[in-house]
């Protein structure tokens, strides 16, 4: 399982001109699954976000984890396992299929409490920021 992880002040994912997940200080996770991954890896992945410390604590080092008042905006991104190693067109062989793949996100989803896109869906993904701070995770 692989997540890049945004730490963001706000962010949305619009499916068909409808808003379907927004959240405001917290984290972006886009989220893609192999074929190797499994329940217990979906839940790995879900702790350590929760624990994560990268917010800011009053000395404004990134000390803090998500808490209580940030939120998680959670979209499925099966590209995150393309492969342009050869030519200039990704290979998504690594990517699961989305009968693995979708149970495997809606566990992380309702392990974090996220809001969430649409899974399989062509979305349009706004945010905000905050820092930056991006991370890449992997189980």
């Known amino acids: 399982m692989r997540a890049v992880v945004q730490r963001v002040s706000s962010a949305s994912v619009t499916v068909d001109g409808v808003v379907t997940g927004a959240i405001g200080p917290g ?5 893609g699954v192999t074929h190797e991954d499994t329940e217990a890896a979906a839940d790995r992945l879900a702790e350590k976000l929760l624990k994560l ?3 800011p604590d009053p000395d404004g080092r990134m ?3 998500l ?3 940030r939120q998680v905006l959670c979209v499925s ?3 995150l396992y393309g492969d342009a190693r050869k030519g200039t067109r990704p ?7 989305p009968e693995h793949a979708e ?11 996220a809001e969430r896109g649409v899974f399989g869906a062509d979305m349009q993904v706004a945010l905000v920021n905050d ?3 991006t991370l890449v995770l992997e189980t």
Not at 91 to 97: D, G, I, L, P, Q
């Open 53 to 55: 410390r990268i917010f």
């Open 131 to 133: 820092g930056p701070v």
């Open 27 to 31: 984290l972006l996770v886009l989220l």
């Open 63 to 65: 000390n803090e984890p």
């Open 91 to 97: 290979s998504y062989v690594a990517a699961a299929r």
């Open 103 to 113: 149970p495997l996100y809606d566990r992380v989803c309702a392990a974090l409490a």
């Open 77 to 79: 991104q099966f590209t």
């Open 67 to 69: 808490g209580p008042d």
